[in-house]
């Protein structure tokens, strides 16, 4: 069976114990094993980080939600570091994201983001025009992009891993 960590914002929501028993349905409907932060009462960041990435060492892959948290376009900096680390111990790491449409298309509908036919802001930076949904390390780190938190499960049911034998 394989085991999945779920990274994500969720578990600054107060709907997430609802959202964990979901998780546990969906999984078990699918053959998955979660693995949930926020299961155990740890009351140090110290302690707290560790154990997440105890789980994610643990997980055969990670499911990340990847929707904008805390801003109005980018997903939340935890949950892109547990991308970024379990992407480097090798696991596979499959997003979702509700709105796929390519970065600079959504940040030209903000009044952060650049006019039409630009690529600059108006606080002078200017935006990667690489027609992906999110920040280019994040996106090609990513084994598959999903559009809900059903559609990654699913995803990650029929992922094998490079070698593994059906």
């Known amino acids: 069976m394989k085991t999945i960590y779920f990274a994500g914002?969720?578990?600054?929501?107060?709907?997430?114990?609802?959202q964990k028993t979901e998780i546990?349905?969906?999984?078990?409907?699918?053959?998955?094993?979660?693995l949930l932060p926020g299961d155990l009462e740890l009351d140090?960041?110290?302690?707290?980080f560790r154990h997440n990435l105890t789980l994610i060492d643990q997980a055969d892959g990670i499911i990340a939600n990847l929707n904008p948290f805390r801003g109005v376009i980018e997903p939340d900096s935890g949950t892109v570091f547990e991308c970024a680390y379990a992407y480097a111990k090798g696991k596979f790491v499959i997003g979702y994201l509700n709105d796929r449409r390519d970065k600079l298309t959504k940040l030209r509908q903000t009044e952060i983001g650049p006019p039409a036919d630009e690529i600059t802001c108006p606080d002078g930076t200017w935006v990667e025009n690489f027609k992906q949904p999110l920040n280019l390390m994040l996106a090609q780190s990513l084994t598959a992009l999903a559009g809900s938190l059903k559609?990654?499960?699913?995803?990650?049911?029929?992922?094998?891993?490079?070698?593994?034998?059906?």
Do not use: K
Request: glycine share 4%; aromatic share 8%; with cysteine.
């Open 9 to 18: 914002p969720d578990v600054f929501n107060q709907h997430y114990p609802q």
């Open 151 to 166: 559609e990654a499960i699913d995803l990650a049911t029929s992922y094998q891993n490079p070698g593994e034998s059906t």
């Open 24 to 34: 546990r349905a969906l999984c078990a409907a699918s053959g998955l094993a979660p």
């Open 44 to 48: 140090t960041a110290e302690a707290i």
